[in-house]
């Protein structure tokens, strides 16, 4: 089935420790997202990717990297965990065939920081 | 300044009647979309509507409708004949000009819904 998988879907994390999200898709969408949710804050953009190659800073980027070898993959990671990136993550992608285009989401991963 | 304003943090519908869900958004710019998401208890995020800002009619899919007034600049989902299936949370958001570079989605906080029978 096309979509956008994510892994892990949850992940306790001791704080100081280093993590990877994984975000892959099978559209071959251009453009790629990572998203934070939080209560009462709806989502935030962390980083985007137009194309492969290239990256982009969203609303809230800081304590997070991401890169984009090739078309599919898009993994967030964060150096250094502390317990405000408890959050959920959710990772989207976009054809940008069109302006009218929706982004696809993934089922999101579950993260918390101790 | 916020971008995209959703000031229902909750609302209450009874079954088979419609309900809409207000959205309000701050943009200088000539050229921009309008989404709607719905995110089940469940989680994922499902994309309902779209519109944009020189569209001439407000969208329909379904059950669904934007109530477009762009000089208020509002963007309001109607769901009409409200099912239990449609208790969710419902985010706007907004996507501002058009090119490569302006893909990337404001959303607002959201309104949850919750359907009663």
């Known amino acids: 089935i096309a979509g956008i998988t994510q892994a892990p879907t949850s992940q306790i994390l001791a704080a100081g420790r280093r993590m990877t999200l994984r975000c892959t898709q099978d559209m071959r969408h251009n453009a790629m997202y990572w998203y934070r949710q939080d209560l009462g804050l709806g989502l935030r953009l962390i980083h985007y990717s137009n194309t492969a190659g290239t990256t982009g800073k969203g609303e809230v980027p800081d304590g997070y990297s991401v890169s984009r070898a090739n078309t599919d993959d898009f993994p967030l990671t964060l150096a250094s965990a502390v317990p405000s990136q408890t959050s959920v993550y959710f990772c989207?992608?976009?054809?940008?065939?069109?302006?009218?285009?929706?982004?696809?989401f993934g089922d999101g991963t579950r993260l918390s920081i101790l | 300044a916020q971008k995209i304003t959703q000031t229902q943090p909750g609302m209450f519908v009874q079954e088979k009647e419609a309900v809409t869900l207000d959205c309000t958004y701050d943009?200088?710019?000539?050229?921009?979309?309008l989404f709607w998401y719905k995110q089940p208890s469940s989680g994922e995020m499902i994309f309902l509507i779209y519109q944009g800002s020189y569209d001439q009619q407000n969208a329909t899919e379904g059950r669904y409708s934007l109530n477009f007034q762009k000089a208020r600049k509002s963007a309001n989902l109607v769901i009409s004949a409200s099912q239990l299936g449609d208790s969710a949370m419902y985010f706007c958001a907004m996507r501002e000009g058009w090119g490569d570079s302006s893909y990337k989605l404001i959303f607002g906080s959201g309104t949850r819904l919750l359907v009663r029978p």
């Open positions: 989207a992608s976009s054809s940008q065939g069109g302006s009218n285009q929706p982004q696809h």
């Open positions: 943009t200088s710019d000539p050229s921009y979309g």
